[in-house]
Nanobody, 125 residues
């Protein structure tokens, strides 16, 4: 079973940046489409971004477009990153990564696998 571990969260001031990592152990992530999700207190989990396994296509939710960048570590093939810039208080949430059935430029497909612990991102002054 594919198991992913998220890291890189923390406390940052509005306008700041963080880079989250999604790491796999024992298998290659380039074989999978990977998505980042987040869940804020009292809200439903939402899809934030994804990257395809085939052509590197990426998708971003409107709320993060232009501020977040998803990428793969092509040297390691076991890590996917989410670079988060110009952070806002509304970005505060627990962030998770998970495998997807599909990702394209305008579509974030269904997820599969088990949710990990996530990593907390808090944007506050």
């Amino acid at each position: 079973q594919v198991q992913l571990v998220e890291s890189g969260g923390g406390l940052v001031q509005p306008g700041g940046s963080l880079r989250l990592s999604c790491a796999a152990s024992g298998f290659r992530l380039d074989h999978y489409a990977i998505g980042w999700f987040r869940q804020a207190p009292g809200k439903m989990r939402e899809g934030v971004s994804c990257i395809s396994s085939s052509d590197g296509s990426t998708y971003y939710a409107d709320s993060v477009k232009g501020r977040f960048t998803i990428s793969r570590d092509n040297a390691k093939n076991t890590v996917v990153y989410l670079q988060m810039d110009s952070l806002k208080p509304e970005d505060t949430a627990v962030y998770y990564c998970l495998t997807l059935l599909r990702c394209s430029g305008n579509y974030m497909g269904p997820h599969f696998g088990s949710w990990g612990q996530g990593t907390q991102v808090t944007v506050s002054s």
